[in-house]
């Protein structure tokens, strides 16, 4: 916070009031660090060697043109239906500011993504989250009730962070049904591609089907280039050129468009780890709701531990046991899956404290 006593320069008191951005804590040696929903695999060896390969770094990036039109060609649009930014949060303020200014509203399921509540407010617009359903899921018919004439965006997150539940496709349809043309749905789907549920919604499946909708997908979580800031936008060309108007210029590097675009090119083996974290998840989920946990079946690359009133010292259990997990207080922890080694100890962890769960969040308390 500003202390005005030492600092007598006015600041937008909205912004003022935000709670800073907190990293993922550091991780001791020991530790896994299960807090930031990264890849745990090291680079594949292409990146590695693009990496090596892009040395103009004196010079200013390109536009993108080869990424883009290689992310346009897998989905079938065209390259003005594709926008890049340096990580979809980025692309995500720009839509936000591109649609919302003051006065306006921001629809979006909560808990979800920790990013909304302050990319709404920077944009100087309202938010207006709307509690989840009682097992973890968006309430979208509550979001579309929650529609009113100063709504300018909808965001629906899916595999929703942190409580790691899919939207279906049928849901899905329905919602779109019934928001109104002007108004812009930015449907964000940043782990997509931990998915295996089969009625899932998959944004790619419904371009041009929407005037309004926008898909927002990332490098950061199944390509594992979390560190070098890149993702993109599928949508209409309009929109996409209000949020490129909003951009800062030229911030999306050309080390990482390479490293994107041969990860494309290498794709199979990437989706091979990523399934491999996805089996890992799996059976992380079978032992917990086996220990007495109620987890909803997790589709990202994470998976949510209702602890509520517990949490903070929960996280302390987990940290005890060399596991760093993300407390989202007051509501439960988040915990990547990481490391096949991290698990064990996560295990252990969870068992410990799900023996001091208060009753109505423990599976013996549903029953
Ligand atoms: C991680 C994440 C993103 C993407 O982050 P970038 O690294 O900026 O691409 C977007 N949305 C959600 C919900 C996320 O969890």
Redesign the pocket.
Known sequence: MTNPETSPVKLRPEIVALAAYRQGSPASDDAFKLS??ENPFEPIPAVIEALAASSAINRYPGSGLELRAAIATRFGVTVAEVHL????????AQLIQAAAGVGDEVIYAWR??E?YPGLVAVAGATSVPVPNTADERHDLGAMAAAITDRTRVVIV?TP???TSTIVTAEEFAAFMAVVPKDILVIL?E??VEFVTDETAVDGMALRGRYPNLVV?R????AYGL?GL???YAVGPEHILDAARSTSIPLSVTEPAMRAALVSLEHEDELLERVARIGELRDQVWLALVDQGWSVPKPQ?NFVWLATGSITEGAAEVFDRHGIVVRALLPDGLRVSIGEAQSVDKLLRASAEVVGNLPSALSKAGLD
């Open positions: 930031s929903n930014g340096a990580g979809s949060v980025s692309i995500l979800s993504f990013a997150c929703n962070n942190p964000d940043a782990y927002l990332t490098f950061s979580k979390a800031r890149i993702g990202g």
